[in-house]
């Protein structure tokens, strides 16, 4: 039974984080951090979890929950967003302190990158400054061992008075201790924090207040803390405190007074708010610089060159955009030609054991029709899903991960980010679309990384244009079966490649051309200002991606072939073969969907095939093959070839093979996505606008060039 | 001699050191976020293919701005 949070004591504002504890003894550890500081790697080494990692900010966008036990004590991992600071500047640093302060964790662990300490610093004091729960983990020690830079932890612990462990997550050295210091840290006997002195006037403002706040909260946060906030003015917090306490502590008569006394105190020494927030922020710098300069130490200055080289290849003006462009297609060329043997044996094998499972069949004396049902309906439709639709999958996807895990995605956005200004959008997106490569949904949850409302409804709305993965495979069929095929054999991969490359290119100019479009009419504004960080290059793990990503990727789509595509194989052979008035179901809907369909290129089996893959693009090649099979022509489709017969006998010509890619392209989002929109905007206006954009647009476009073509007389 | 300029003026590989910032609200909170305060000094390092963003090497992290944002970074030689 899974306890809630409300019956273990630990009250949580709404829309924060939910935590399950097992029994009341389980302990809850915050796991916080700056972006891109392997909080993640910690987290799924810790939890044995598979939290999805990469080298780049902004990865953890949701939080995540594990389990993890050590010495008999169960321990709860939440993995809160990585943030730079806890001053709620956007929704993941709003997220990330109310956990730490209202969530009541038994430890906090900040982690941080042992490569870049100090900057990591200031997220520690802040930290510290509202619990003293924390430990202090410097991660990736492997790098800066690499890049000899070395830390003195002794010295590190002294000054910030917490435990510190220096740790390498990746090859999980240090982890052992790490949960030590968890366990031990109630016990600790050399705990005292750091508490960050700052400016005269701001320590006697805080002094004037405290007593007040302290009298009011009692020891349910740092008095201190709520002090310097409440002079600060600090809205979102003490929005936080209002629901957390269940009343607002500035309306309170006394604090009210004392607030006003702090304020005209610093404006005396000549402090304004303005400037109250700039001595904070500088103290904490300050501070943070002390404390590494005290225990860090580099052999040389240059530890970066390295990086610095590498970047000044794959950002400059002369190659930055050719290697992208290479990157790209070297990856559908490995993924098209990587694909295609495969393909071919597990299609091999799996129709030789649909003649395996109708003689089986037979032999138990089942009636034909369910056999038919069975075999023809639910397991052909399997049998297409994995054998056309997984091998491409997965090899793309590992392709793709090891990119992200190396560091080179963030590269992506700065060489882009001039281009997203244009359109007024910002150059986040391009991770967003990147992410969009692997699963819309996901790329839609990651829009959490761009700041501005404005921004990020036109990086979710414009998402789907970038086709995921259940999208590629359809695509390269398609290209394979009509527009490769009359290539000399060893350029068709070559050709497929380009082609691929091309729908590619056309998905990423709608995104600008859509994005533009959006910020002069429904999301009217200018681009916001942003920082973004260019993490350290990391060698890739190789093997743990390659196994992880395909042994992933391999259940998913294995799972949501058994979920989604064997129901959607019943449903057209039953609407094959359920007949009304003498023709079957699917002829009545797509005879009425037909002279529609013919006006965007398409026929009706087609956009029927479109519609019932709304719950998963993958299984629109499959519905198209079963409904074509089930109106007559019965091949025996072992390869492309076939297929391609098949679909010729059926009306398709180039311009049916354009179409279908375009509109491949650009149509609704799958359920998935849809659903995900609605979470993440919280609104049903806004999940039907991404809904119509990419399915006009799509139609609209479809439209011309069916018409054009058939002006021209080009079919 | 002690001129002033703006971050975006600074040339690859040249450093100088933060005398001021004017960007106001959440991007001036944000640069203080990653460090950048009166007396920091900043490295760039490298531009965009476009030519902006430009990254800076900010306390031993690389982060790029935009020309718009950097521009409102005062910065004097030493």
């Known amino acids: 039974m899974g306890l809630t949070a409300k019956s273990t004591g630990i009250k949580l504002i709404e829309g924060s984080l939910d935590i399950e504890k097992e029994t009341p003894n389980d302990k809850v550890i915050a796991l916080a951090g700056n972006p891109n500081v392997g909080k993640s790697t910690v987290f799924n080494a810790l939890t044995g979890m598979n939290q999805h990692t990469g080298n780049w900010p902004g990865k953890t966008v949701t939080s995540a929950q594990g389990k993890c036990t050590f010495n008999k004590t169960n321990y709860i991992m939440v993995d809160i967003p990585g943030t730079y600071s806890l001053m709620a500047h956007s929704a993941e640093e709003e997220v990330a302190r109310d956990f730490i302060c209202f969530g009541n964790p038994d430890a906090i662990i900040v982690v941080c990158d042992a490569t870049c300490l100090e900057r990591n610093m200031n997220l520690v004091l ?86 007040a706040v302290k009298e009011k909260l009692g020891d349910k946060l740092s008095s ?41 105190h610093l404006k005396e020494c000549g402090i304004n708010e303005d400037t109250l927030n700039d001595k904070i922020a500088s103290c904490l710098v300050i501070t943070a610089e002390g404390i590494c300069a005290d225990a860090v130490s580099f052999e040389s200055e240059k530890y970066n060159s390295r990086d610095r080289k590498i970047d000044r290849i794959l950002t400059s003006k002369w190659s930055g955009y050719p290697i992208m462009i290479l990157l790209l297609i070297f990856i559908f060329y490995l993924t098209i030609t990587g694909a295609n043997y495969p393909s071919e044996i597990i ?93 819309n949904a996901a790329g839609i949850v990651g829009c959490r990384i761009i700041d501005s409302p404005r921004e990020r409804l036109i990086a979710t709305i ?155 693009n993958e299984i ?60 993440e905007t919280q609104s049903l206006k806004w999940t039907a606008i991404s809904f119509a954009i990419p399915t006009v647009v799509g139609m609209l476009i479809c439209f011309l060039v069916a018409s054009t073509a058939r002006i021209f007389g080009l079919v | 001699m002690n001129e002033i300029f703006s971050l975006s003026n600074l040339k690859e590989g040249e450093t100088a050191t933060v005398k001021k910032l004017r960007s106001t609200g959440s991007m001036r909170r944000r640069l203080q976020d990653i460090g950048l305060i009166e007396g920091t000094r900043v490295e760039c390092l490298q531009k965009s293919p476009s030519g902006d963003p430009i990254a800076f090497l900010i306390r031993g992290a690389v982060i790029a701005l935009r020309s718009e944002d950097s521009c409102n970074v005062v910065m004097s030689e030493n």
């Open chain 1, 126 to 211: 802040q930290t510290i400054e509202i619990s003293d729960h924390v430990i202090v983990c410097v991660n990736l020690m492997d790098e800066a061992k690499k890049k000899h830079i070395y830390i003195d932890f002794g010295s590190l612990q002294k000054d910030l008075g917490v435990p510190v462990v220096g740790i390498s997550a990746r090859s999980g050295k240090g982890l052992g201790e790490l949960m030590q210091a968890v366990e031990e840290l109630n016990n600790e006997t050399f705990i005292n924090p750091i508490k960050i002195k700052y400016i005269s006037p701001i320590e006697e403002a805080i002094a004037i207040l405290e007593p």
């Open chain 1, 224 to 264: 201190r803390w709520v002090s310097l906030k409440l002079i600060d003015s600090d809205d979102s917090l003490m929005s936080s405190i209002k629901k957390y306490l269940g009343f607002d502590i500035t309306k309170d008569e006394a604090i009210a007074k004392k607030i006003f006394e702090a304020r005209a």
């Open chain 1, 347 to 439: 299609a091999n094998v799996l129709f030789k054991f649909q003649d395996v499972l109708l003689e089986f069949f037979k032999s138990l004396h089942i009636p034909n029709w369910i056999t038919d049902m069975v075999v023809m309906g639910v397991y052909r439709v399997l049998a297409w899903v994995v054998s056309v639709m997984l091998p491409p999958m997965a090899i793309f996807f590992p392709l793709f991960t090891l990119l992200e895990d190396v560091g080179y995605l963030p590269r992506i956005a700065f060489n882009l980010d001039r281009h997203f200004k244009k359109a007024n959008a910002c150059g986040k997106q391009a991770l967003t679309m990147c992410m969009g490569f692997g699963c």
């Open chain 1, 462 to 616: 414009t998402n789907n244009f970038v086709p995921c993965n259940g999208r590629f495979p359809t695509l390269i069929a398609i290209i394979t079966m009509f527009f490769a095929s009359s290539v000399a054999l060893p350029f068709q991969s070559f050709i497929s490649t380009l082609i691929l490359t091309g729908v590619i290119v056309l998905g990423i100019i709608m995104t600008f051309l859509i994005s533009t479009l959006l910020s002069v009419t429904i999301l009217k504004g200018v681009p916001s200002s942003f920082t973004l960080e260019l993490p350290p290059y990391r060698k890739p793990q190789i093997g743990k991606v390659i196994v992880r990503s395909i042994f992933d990727r391999t259940l998913f789509v294995l799972g949501r072939a058994a979920v989604v595509a064997a129901p959607a194989g019943l449903i057209i052979w039953i609407m094959a073969n359920v007949k009304v008035g003498g023709i079957s179901l699917l002829l009545h809907c797509s005879q009425f969907l037909d002279p529609f369909a013919k006006l965007l290129g398409l026929d009706g089996v087609i956009l029927i095939a479109f519609i019932l893959g709304f719950p998963a």
């Open chain 1, 620 to 679: 629109v090649v499959p519905i198209i093959i079963m409904a074509y099979m089930a109106t007559g022509s019965i091949v025996d489709l072992q390869d492309l070839t076939q297929l391609r017969t098949l679909l010729v006998n059926n009306g398709w010509t180039w311009l049916t093979a354009v179409c279908t890619m375009l509109f491949s392209l650009m149509h609704w989002p799958c359920s998935t996505t849809c659903l995900t929109i609605k979470k």
